[in-house]
């Protein structure tokens, strides 16, 4: 890429991880009001839809051939996996905790398997980074403070098996390079609807009745923090690769804490600024030339 394409498409990755920051802060909302599957079907089914004009007005083909379409549905499997691993976590277990499992994890499986897979060696500069990265988050997140008990509940299980199986589908969508990433990304929202729908989700909300804040945070769950957002990431996983695009999971504990402090209310600390400033020299180092 250009020096100005590559600059647009970091400033563009940067505002996608706090649409997955914000995330956290939609499902916790949402979570009062919908079932996990509910919250699920109904994100996947708005940002599929949403994806239809957006490749309309591009001009991309939604033509797809048999092998892609095959992966695409596994990796949609996957994704509803994922995606109930993590929400669910997050209700029985400790939400901060599990985010920084996910969000550490992420990266470091990601290069653990694209090394294993491309048959190369980690670097001693990215191992030192995807360190960095992870104490950055742990400092954020305040992971110190946390019991014995807390760290060694069965509920965090959740949040690795989400991690490694984030990275797996990262990986797979990087390979997917026998059509355009923008058209992946519609058949795989279209795909994890459809499991929901007709395999897992039990619709038995009234939209009709939902709050105007409800319908708000829901919508921004699905335009802002997956049709944007994750449409990004798998962008980027097929123009710099999996395993640099993962490492700006980094940034995700810190767009989530900020959106909290300014919604929720929560505080920020010394230990969350000086956690960010070691997540992006992470990214930094993972993604120099």
Do not use: C
Request: no cysteine; proline share 1%.
């Amino acid at each position: 890429m250009s020096s100005r394409k590559n600059t647009l498409f970091y400033l563009l990755m940067f505002i996608a991880m706090i649409g997955w920051g914000a995330a956290w802060v939609h499902v916790k909302y949402l979570s009062a009001h919908m079932s996990v599957n509910e919250i699920i079907f109904y994100r996947y089914l708005l940002a599929t839809v949403s994806m239809v004009p957006i490749l309309v007005w591009l001009g991309r083909s939604f033509r797809i051939d048999r092998v892609t379409l095959a992966v695409t549905f596994v990796a949609a499997a996957l994704l509803t996996l994922y995606t109930w691993l993590f929400i669910e976590g997050t209700r029985l277990g400790t939400a901060g905790l599990g985010g920084a499992f996910v969000t550490t994890l992420i990266p470091i499986v990601t290069f653990a398997l694209s090394a294993l897979l491309g048959r190369r060696t980690v670097r001693r500069g990215d191992a030192f980074a995807l360190m960095l990265g992870a104490v950055g988050v742990m400092t954020i997140l305040g992971v110190w403070h946390f019991s014995r008990e807390q760290i060694f509940r069965l509920e965090n299980l959740y949040f690795i098996l989400a991690a490694i199986l984030w990275a797996v589908i990262t990986i797979v969508a990087a390979r997917a390079t026998r059509i355009a990433p923008l058209v992946y990304s519609f058949y795989l929202y279209l795909f994890t609807t459809l499991i929901e729908g007709l395999f897992v989700a039990d619709l038995g909300t009234d939209m009709g009745h939902l709050s105007g804040w409800a319908w708000f945070n829901l919508l921004s769950l699905a335009f802002f923090s997956t049709t944007f957002a994750t449409s990004i990431y798998f962008v980027g996983g097929q123009k710099i690769g999996a395993d640099k695009i993962s490492s700006f999971t980094f940034l995700v504990p810190f767009s989530a804490i900020g959106l909290s402090a300014l919604f929720l209310g929560e505080a920020v600390t010394v230990g969350m600024l000086a956690g960010t400033t070691m997540a992006v020299v992470a990214i930094y180092l993972l993604n120099r030339r």
